[in-house]
């Protein structure tokens, strides 16, 4: 198998969507014998992200926990090794900044084509959107 | 997870000659040595470009040209890989057409390369693999 992916950046925010790019990428995975890093990344207001206490948002972030272990779980069952990530931030630049970062070697996004923060969008999500176009990595947007 | 909807029986690589769709077939042959695939290669043959510089028929002939060029060096290489492809040659409306294969081949993946030989409106991503993001029914690969 020529193929050279060995690992594959899966952004979550719990959305049926962005399940079903983990279910592709676990698929990928599967054939590259790659691991998935699932990031996460808690959307904060501006000035909040410079506050070192804008990170201690606690209710929240057992709402992505939650969800990370329900990825690992999916993962784990597939026999795909996968580690989970949570950032805060901006959900487009801080996924697009973890993809760029030449240490995470990241060889692969893929992304669900709608999130969350869909309505305004009708055919391509705002944050899939941002990511297509600044990650310097392929993108496989999963619709 | 269901396996079969998920695998990639038929991959769409429209090209249009430059480095950058060149790219895209590289790794469409990557895709394809690992999920078992068919191939398909489409040049579409821009026809609502207004073009008044040369007479339309002289220009169209020499497009359609290079179309068939394009194809033939494209299978070429997959030929030296011991793939077959199925080869399209359109004319209309890039986006337009490329979707219509898709529907009428019932693709599950396209691969393009992030930006070809069309006009650049958006300056990070080329303006049709922007638009088939946009628009298109299927998943995309996209080849940076």
Redesign the interface.
Same mark, same amino acid.
């Given at each position: /198998?020529? %193929? $050279?992916i060995k690992k594959i950046l899966v952004p979550l925010d719990g959305s049926k969507n962005s399940i079903r790019g983990l279910? /592709?990428a %676990? *698929?990928i995975a599967r054939?590259?014998h790659g691991t998935i890093t699932a990031l996460t990344v808690k959307s904060v207001p501006g000035i909040y992200a410079i506050h070192p206490l804008g990170f201690l948002d606690f209710s929240s972030l057992t709402e992505v926990k939650k969800f990370l272990n329900e990825a690992k779980v999916r993962a784990a069952k597939?026999g795909i090794q996968l580690t989970g990530k949570a950032l805060a931030g901006d959900p487009g630049f801080d996924i697009a900044r973890f993809a760029n970062n030449k240490k995470n070697k990241i060889d692969l996004v893929v992304i669900g084509a709608r999130g969350r923060g869909s309505a305004k969008e009708i055919?391509?999500g705002s944050v899939s959107?941002y990511v297509? *176009? $600044?990650?310097?990595?392929? =993108?496989? %947007? =999963? $619709? | 997870m269901n396996t079969n909807s998920n695998s990639f029986k038929k991959i769409l690589v429209p090209l249009d000659g430059s480095k950058y769709s060149e790219k895209a077939l590289q790794r469409a042959c990557e895709v394809l040595n690992a999920f078992d695939s068919k191939i398909i290669l489409l040049y579409v043959v821009e026809k609502s470009l207004p073009i008044n510089f040369l007479d339309r028929k002289v220009y169209l002939e020499m497009v359609r040209k290079f179309g068939h060029k394009t194809l033939e060096k494209a299978n070429n290489v997959l030929l030296k890989k011991g793939i077959t492809a199925k080869i399209f040659l359109k004319e209309g409306n890039i986006v337009k057409e490329i979707g219509k294969v898709i529907k009428k081949e019932k693709c599950d993946l396209i691969i393009v390369g992030n930006r070809g030989l069309g006009s650049v409106t958006r300056f990070l991503l080329g303006s049709v693999s922007n638009n088939l993001a946009q628009s298109s029914s299927c998943s995309l690969l996209i080849i940076k």
């Open positions: /198998m020529a %193929i $050279k279910d /592709m %676990i *698929h054939q590259s597939k055919f391509l959107n297509l *176009h $600044k990650s310097k990595k392929p =993108v496989l %947007i =999963v $619709k | -």
